[in-house]
């Protein structure tokens, strides 16, 4: 069974507008971190944003926040105000502190396009 | 130079060369990672190494040899590679591999054609 699920192969916002990113994650593991990264077509993956399985609040970066909902397993990306240099693939990961040392299990990933 | 920084960006080469690819971490970080990313497929982490020591071998095929001379540099050697090797490979570093907040940082990538 895939431990991160990302449903949406690519999505489509109109600059401004706020767009969701869903991901849903597998994991018997209490103790987890979860990751929002942004790879933009020259390859380079940049880290946006991070959830702890024990964090109380939702976490926000500037425009990022992450829709943290831990009963339904899901750790939703939402971008605020898109811009077009926004439009890349956009992918969720993983860490149980309990597994392998290092070992970050990343989804399939959503290409999102920014329209002008 | 900031950040974590790989050479070369990309890279031909026939099945019978050998080369490396490299990686330099200049964050002060303990722990470093090659991934390996192919088209439509999800990243695949390859090794881990953690204070120089590797802790982390994927089942990577022999014909991948990982080096960590110290904690800021990361080799990937490569010889006799198959065409189905050609990939993006990214290296990360991370402070300690350990902590439930370690976050990993990548580098641009060596996008790699096997002929």
């Known amino acids: 069974a895939q431990k991160i699920t990302q449903t949406q192969p690519g999505m489509f916002v109109q600059e401004k507008e706020a767009v969701t990113l869903d991901c849903t994650y597998d994991?018997?593991?209490?103790?987890?971190?979860l990751f929002w990264y942004k790879q933009p077509s020259s390859g380079e993956m940049i880290f946006l944003i991070y959830q702890g399985s024990y964090d109380q609040q939702n976490a926000t970066e500037g425009r990022y926040s992450l829709n943290f909902q831990k009963a339904r397993k899901s750790a939703n990306l939402v971008i605020s105000a898109s811009q077009l240099g926004d439009s890349a693939m956009y992918f969720c990961a993983m860490r149980e502190v309990g597994g392998s040392q290092g070992n970050l299990i990343f989804g399939k990933g959503t290409k999102l396009s920014v329209k002008p | 130079e900031t950040g974590v920084t790989q050479t070369p960006r990309h890279l031909v080469m026939g099945m019978t060369n050998k080369k490396s690819l490299k990686c330099e971490q200049h964050?002060?970080?303990?722990?470093m990672y090659w991934y390996k990313q192919s088209a439509k497929k999800p990243l695949e982490l390859m090794f881990v190494?953690?204070?120089?020591?590797?802790?982390e071998n994927n089942s990577v095929p022999s014909r991948f040899s990982p080096e960590c001379p110290n904690s800021s540099h990361l080799f990937l050697h490569l010889h006799t590679l198959q065409p189905e090797d050609s990939a993006l490979y990214l290296c990360a570093s991370s402070q300690d591999g350990i902590s439930s907040t370690d976050t990993q940082y990548f580098g641009p990538g060596t996008r790699l054609t096997v002929l």
């Open positions: 190494y953690n204070f120089k020591e590797q802790t």
């Open positions: 994991t018997s593991d209490p103790s987890y971190g």
């Open positions: 964050l002060g970080h303990n722990a």
